[in-house]
Nanobody
Framework: QVQLVESGGGLVQSGGSLRLSCAAT????????MGWYRQAPGKQRDLVADIRSGGSTSYHDSVKGRFSISRDIAKNTLTLQMDNLKPEDTAVYYC???????????????WGQGTQVTVSS
């Protein structure tokens, strides 16, 4: 079994910082993509930031310059440093990964359970 376990959400005032972490556990051969997505009430789930196996990153325009994504390949962990948080960043944040398991030929997509981030004004 493969699981993505998130941590680090919480309540913070506008202008504050939070650090989200995601750990991929289980039988994993390799991961070629990891990303953070978020979903606010009544809205669709959107990409916040992602990182690919070569190290290239991308960010939603609304978080550029405020959020930073990083990955520890050896530990299969993903981190999102969020600075200068704004009330509009309030959402449930989900970790996503594309994983190849041993003895498998197909990549599978996995999601974490989500962690709530609330930014008060």
């Amino acid at each position: 079994q493969v699981q993505l376990v998130e941590s680090g959400g919480g309540l913070v005032q506008s202008g504050g910082s939070l650090r989200l972490s995601c750990a991929a556990t289980g039988s994993i051969l390799t991961i070629n993509y990891m990303g953070w997505y978020r979903q606010a009430p009544g809205k669709q789930r959107d990409l916040v930031a992602d990182i690919r196996s070569g190290g290239s990153t991308s960010y939603h325009d609304s978080v550029k310059g405020r959020f930073s994504i990083s990955r520890d390949i050896a530990k299969n962990t993903l981190t999102l440093q969020m600075d200068n948080l704004k009330p509009e960043d309030t959402a449930v944040y989900y970790c996503n990964a594309h994983i190849l398991r041993p003895y498998n030929v197909n990549w599978r997509e996995y999601w974490g359970q989500g962690t709530q981030v609330t930014v008060s004004s």
